[in-house]
């Protein structure tokens, strides 16, 4: 007998599940468990918003002084202020955790929201005929210049395992996304957004999106340099100060405001492709298409592991010395498809070996259990009886 001690060391987690492991809600008006208290929120258009980005900025920066075009006040706070590792652990000590387990936004209301504050003329409601009218804003493409980005989208080809195919989530006529997984976004954002709405936009709305495609690029770059994430640091305060004077209040959720502590994060955690999720998903994802019996998903997912482990480790004597062996399929992806692509992986390695090679049944016939009891389902083996 021994006493077994634990810690947890980091998770990785998305937004809301921030909220269990730091003890911080990530909703209402106090959504940043980085500024904590002194966010500045308010609710415009039916929703908490996060303005405020002008605290950022340097004391005597000219736009503090602006009024008319942010939210209709001028900027007298400073940044919040940033809380010591003591500060946050004794914070963590006072809590009781709970067990840790498990559209557009330039609406009317959004419209009605800018003429109550008194800011933003421009965008009010037209009220000229009978009926109040939201006319396009400046920041909007005209139906035809959507359909242009649109095309444009869906006939950019990427290389190979680069991003999905983008082209079958793009709806022309509908003018609309569909189907896009989180890093397709990625894509979307940092690739194909800054070029396609190059001449769709006017200048200062386009040279804000282009700042922030950039930001993303820099951010999730292999290599960061301290020097690189001061100056994200520096810029994305900009860029959030110059969407404020663009946008209506209502765009700006939490989940805007937290891009201003991302470069932050870089500078304390490294760079980013060791923290994200990509990886994560498509594994899951894999795994969770091996799931043949829902009744008891677990047992499928342990057997196809089984049996992709065993085919690997049979592979490796088969496998020519080579600089560069061929590449092996990381899961495979669905029951016949799987019976394929690593029948392939077999046959290719058997191919390649110096004749006169084994027979397939021969070579086979040496292999382990649950290699032979998942290949008595195999077309091609059947075939080679
Ligand atoms: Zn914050």
Redesign the pocket.
């Given at each position: 007998m021994f006493t077994l001690r634990a810690a947890v060391m980091w998770t990785v987690n998305d937004f809301p599940a921030y909220a269990m492991v730091s003890g911080w809600s990530t909703k209402g008006y106090m959504a940043?468990p980085?500024?904590k208290e002194d966010?500045t929120s308010g609710w415009h258009a039916g929703k908490v918003c996060y303005l405020g980005h002008r605290r950022w900025l340097p004391w005597d920066h000219e736009w503090r002084e602006k009024d008319k075009e942010f939210d209709g006040n001028t900027e007298r706070r400073l940044r919040?202020r940033e809380w010591s590792g003591d500060e946050i652990l004794e914070q963590l000590n006072r809590l009781d955790f709970a067990p840790f387990g498990k559209t557009t936004k330039d609406t009317i209301k959004a419209r009605l929201d800018l003429e109550r504050m008194g800011i933003r003329r421009g965008l009010w409601m037209n009220r000229d005929s009978d009926k109040a009218r939201r006319d396009l804003a400046f920041f909007s493409m005209k139906p035809n210049d959507k359909k242009e980005f649109l095309k444009f989208v869906s006939s950019v080809k990427f290389p190979d395992g680069y991003a999905s195919n983008i082209a079958h989530c793009v709806n022309v006529d509908g003018g609309k996304f569909t189907g896009l997984k989180s890093h397709d976004c990625h894509v979307f954002m940092q690739r194909l957004l800054p070029v396609g709405i190059r001449h769709l936009l006017p200048e200062d709305v386009v040279k804000p999106i282009m700042l922030l495609s950039r930001f993303f690029s820099q951010l999730t770059a292999k290599t960061l340099r301290r020097t690189d994430m001061f100056q994200l640091r520096h810029d994305i305060v900009q860029v959030l100060c110059k969407f404020e004077m663009i946008f209506p209040p209502a765009f700006f959720t939490s989940m805007m405001?937290?891009m201003?502590?991302l470069p932050e994060e870089a500078l304390l955690t490294g760079p980013v492709n060791y923290r994200w999720m990509y990886p994560i998903e498509r594994l899951l994802g894999e795994l969770k298409k091996s799931v043949r019996n829902r009744a008891k998903p677990e047992g499928s997912i342990i057997e196809a592991w089984v049996q992709y482990e065993s085919l690997t480790f049979c592979g490796i004597p088969l496998s020519p010395p080579s600089p560069q062996p061929p590449p092996l399929v990381p899961f495979p992806p669905c029951r016949r498809r799987r019976h394929r692509s690593l029948l392939a992986v077999a046959v290719a390695t058997v191919a390649s070996l110096p004749a006169p090679a084994a027979p397939l049944p021969i070579l086979f016939s040496k292999a382990p259990l649950p290699l032979l009891s998942w290949l008595r389902h195999c077309k091609l083996y059947r075939h080679s009886r």
């Open positions: 940043c980085v500024c966010v919040p405001h937290v201003v502590h």
